[in-house]
Structures are given as structure tokens and as C-alpha cells.
């Protein structure tokens, strides 16, 4: 089983890697970028048999691990 | 118009930051955890007006920025 998880900052939080991003492509003459966010993607093999149980271990390695709860937002996919 | 790239390493390369992840969520007692592997999404908000336009401006962003390509590959979707 996988799971793959999507970690980015909440709206309202300020992204500085997001804004260098952007401006460095208007730099590198790429005038159509109005702005730009970066987050992240995880992917985890589990040896997890059932999705529920899965999703539960999940959900409690982002509370604790893999997000940072007060500015980050995390949404999780399993797959068989 | 929106740009989602997600960029990860290609398939062979060593990912330190994914052992890293998984080394600890095991530490942490999470023992369904086999491996994890980590990349980046990156957001674009475009002034794009034309999709096929965007879908080249911005492979030419991934290949001269957003991603390394000697060990990254990169997935762009472009989304109205």
C-alpha cells in the first residue's frame, strides 16, 4: 500500500521560497509568472493491509512528523 | 491560469531526505513504514491566456530552474 502526501503552507502564511521562485523566473525573462507557492509531496510504502487503518497511521505521522500544523496544511491519498 | 509541477528524484537516485523521513517515523513507532521518498510541488499562477503557450513556457522553467534534471524528473499540469 501507498500513501502520498501533499504538505503546503496555509493561505495567509508568507512563502519566501515561493517568491524567490517567482522572482527569479521573471529574472530569467519568464514575464507571465504573477506568483508562485512550493510545497511538498511524500510518498510512503506501508506494509499496511487495511486503507483505514492506514489513512488512521497516516494522519498521525503528519500530525506529529511530517507538517507543521500551525502553518502547514496536509492532504493524504492512499493507494493500494 | 495555474501551473502544478511536481518535480522528484529519478528513479536510482539516492534520497537522503526520503531515508531520513522514514529512519524517523520509524523511531517514532511508526513501524508500517517500508520507505518514503520526497519532492517538491511547485504552483504557478500564470497571465497565460493560451494553454499550449503556458505548457512550453513553463517546461522551459523546469528545465532551466525548477528542476535539476540530471537527477530530477518533472510532471506539469496546466490548469485553467
Redesign the interface.
Known sequence: MKAII?V?LKPGVLDPQ?RA??R??VD?G???????????????????ADKAA?QK?VT??CE???ANTVIESYRITIED
Chains 1, 2 share one sequence.
Open positions: 501533499h503546503g515561493g521562485i517567482a527569479s523566473l530569467l519568464f514575464n507571465g509568472v504573477k506568483d508562485a507557492r512550493q510545497g511538498k509531496v511524500i510518498e510512503l510504502d506501508l506494509t499496511h492506514a497511521d498521525n505521522m506529529k512528523l511530517l
